[in-house]
């Protein structure tokens, strides 16, 4: 089965603190996974995706086959990272599976 | 390009009454999706369609129909609303498998309804 887990609902630091939104899946294949942000009062839109090994806004994620993970890390975090972080994997279907989400807020 | 708009973008229902949201996309996107947003359960998928005239179910479709008659428009029905379909609903539509773009799915700003 297809499955997407994001163990923390929050996740809570200061300012320059560094960041790791963790998400695991579950999947049996190569799966393509993304991260997603929703800010305050805004739609959804991607962040990044592992295929294009970005770093957007400072943040990287690294697939790791292994542990079948797909953190979100970013070093010094910024109070304009405060927003609602999606993890989401798509199989061999054309569907994203979202993960549960995790919010993140950047304290002064 | 206006991207994904969604209409409307607030509405409050009493159980039993039935509306229409309506997702429109200006970019020529072969696929489009409708998904319901609630706190501790994510983004789950209602109903998908994979272009003009077809329309396939997702995680949760019972209660809700689709609609796909034109290329830009994917309409979403509660024939009977009941107060479980509280929600926050995002539309979301992206290119063709075939095209290298095909996984980033454009949302629209979202409706929120409540349903009394």
């Known amino acids: 089965a297809q499955r997407v887990t994001q163990p923390e609902k929050l996740l809570s630091v200061f300012k320059g603190a560094p960041v790791e939104l963790k998400c695991n899946y579950s999947?049996?294949?190569?799966?393509?996974l993304f991260w997603y942000v929703q800010y305050s009062r805004q739609r959804l839109q991607l962040l990044l995706r592992?295929?294009s090994r970005e770093s957007i806004k400072g943040f990287t994620a690294d697939l790791n086959k292994g542990e079948t993970s797909f953190h979100l890390k970013k070093p010094f975090a910024q109070e304009e990272d405060s927003a609602m972080y999606y993890c989401?994997?798509?199989?061999?279907?054309?569907?994203?599976?979202f993960g549960t989400g995790t919010r993140l807020q950047v304290f002064p | 390009n206006a991207g994904v708009t969604q209409t409307p973008k607030f509405r409050v229902l009493k159980t039993g009454q039935s509306m229409t949201l309506l997702c429109a996309q200006d970019?020529?996107?072969?696929?489009m999706y409708w998904y319901r947003q609630d706190p501790g359960m994510g983004l789950r998928l209602i109903h998908y369609?994979?272009?003009?005239?077809?329309?396939a179910k997702g995680e949760v479709p019972d209660g809700y129909n689709v609609s796909r008659l034109k290329k830009q428009n994917f309409l979403l029905g509660l024939e009977s609303a009941a107060p479980s379909q509280t929600s926050v609903y995002f539309c979301?539509?992206?290119?063709?498998?075939?095209?290298?773009?095909?996984?980033?799915?454009?949302f629209g700003p979202g409706t929120r309804l409540l349903v009394l």
């Open positions: 979301a539509s992206t290119f063709s498998l075939d095209s290298p773009l095909v996984e980033t799915q454009y």
């Open positions: 999947y049996s294949g190569s799966p393509e």
């Open positions: 592992h295929i």
């Open positions: 989401a994997l798509r199989g061999r279907t054309d569907k994203l599976i």
């Open positions: 970019m020529n996107h072969e696929y």
């Open positions: 369609s994979v272009g003009e005239g077809t329309t």
